[in-house]
Every structure is written in C-alpha cells, then in structure tokens.
C-alpha cells in the first residue's frame, strides 16, 4: 500500500531558528515529490522535487529529495511568525493515471 | 493564484438530503480531483478525473459520486448525506493540457456540516 509519513508531526520555534521537516514514502511508480503549505485556508504549493540530490530554494525555504533511501526534507532558516502553518508533503504516483498521496501534515508553530 | 473556484463555499445540510459541490477550473488542466480533509487524516482522495467523462475513485469514494461533462467542471454528489461526511473539501486541478507541468493546485475548499 502506498504511504506517505511526516515527521514531526509538530513543531514549535522562535523566530530565528532553522527547522527541518522530514517526509518518508512507500510508493510504486514514484514521479515526484511536492511540498505544500496550508494555513487556514486551501493547500499553496511551494516545490516539486523529481531528482534527487538536486536542491531547490526559495527564499529562506530549501528542499531535497533522496529517491534511493525514499525521503524529503524541507529547511526553513530564520523563521518567522508568517511561517507558522501546516506543511505537507505528496507523491505522484503514475501508475496509469496520476495519483497524489498525502502525509498528514507537520504543524509548524513560530513562537515571536 | 491557479483559477479554481469552488462552491458552494460553505454549507449546513441535514442527515439524507443530496447535496452537490461544484469545482471550476479556467485554466485548462486536464486533471481534476476532489479530497477531504480531516483532522488526523490530512488529505485523502475521493474521485478523480482524467478527462472529460473519464473518472476514477480514490481511497475514500463510498457515499460519493462524480460526474464531468466538460473540461472545466467536476461535480462531487453526496447521493444522501450523512454526519461522517462533514468535512472540508478541496478540488484540485493538475497537468496544463500546454505545458503538461503538473504541479497541482487547490481550489478554495467547501466547508461541508451535516447535522
């Protein structure tokens, strides 16, 4: 059965520090990697991850994939109050048609 | 932000009334996909479309059906409601038909009680 795990499942900060959010996946026919951010309101998209070892960064957030030991970590640095929301990650699974699956999420809370 | 609407955006229907979501898309993906999220269930599938007429089920689909005529719509029916299904509900859309990049993108949601 295909499964996508996060960890932590919470988190919380002050503002500053670095944090690393981990996603682990059981996947057949694995096709890409997406990290989202949701606050209180509809999932954002923020990377898709295909290769691995090859970082993708946006501002303060970075991400990588390791498809040979089956997992992502999304980095925050200096966070920020605006950082706190929830964070999943999904696979695409193509087996036929396309197929998301997703982790239950990492509650980031940033303390000011 | 992707052009996706959702509505209604809000409703409160009673236990065995059918009840019908509606999911819009400008932006001409061929993808479409409905999922309900749950505290401690995240996000978890329930139809998806490959194309017009073309639709499949997902991990949670009992008590659901879908229906798309067009490229832009995907309907979510609830043939009779019931209180399990109160949840919130996204639809998503993925794949450009002119790019087939296929980052996917969420609509609004649809909180959904059902007393």
């Known amino acids: 059965e295909d499964k996508v795990v996060q960890s932590p499942l919470s988190l919380v900060v002050h503002e500053g520090d670095t944090v690393t959010l981990n996603c682990s996946y059981e996947?057949?026919?694995?096709?890409?990697l997406l990290w989202y951010k949701q606050e209180k309101k509809a999932p954002t998209f923020l990377f898709m991850l295909t290769s691995s070892g090859i970082e993708k960064k946006s501002g303060r957030l970075s991400s990588i994939l390791d498809k040979k030991e089956l997992f992502s970590i999304l980095n925050i640095t200096a966070t920020q109050t605006g950082d706190s929301a929830v964070y999943l990650c999904a696979v695409e699974a193509a087996s036929g048609t396309y197929k998301y699956i997703f982790g239950t999420g990492t509650r980031l809370k940033v303390l000011a | 932000d992707a052009g996706i609407t959702q509505s209604p955006r809000h409703k409160v229907t009673e236990t065995g009334t059918p009840v019908t979501l509606r999911c819009h898309q400008t932006e001409n993906h061929r993808y479409m996909y409905w999922y309900r999220q749950d505290p401690g269930h995240g996000l978890r599938l329930i139809h998806y479309s490959y194309g017009v007429k073309d639709t499949d089920k997902g991990e949670v689909s009992d008590g659901y059906s879908v229906s798309r005529s067009k490229t832009e719509d995907f309907l979510l029916t609830l043939e009779s409601a019931t209180s399990s299904q109160t949840s919130v509900y996204f639809c998503?859309?993925?794949?450009?038909?002119?790019?087939?990049?296929?980052?996917?993108?969420f609509g609004p949601g649809t909180r959904l009680t059902v007393l």
């Open positions: 996947v057949t026919n694995f096709r890409s």
């Open positions: 998503a859309i993925s794949e450009s038909v002119l790019t087939s990049l296929n980052e996917q993108f």
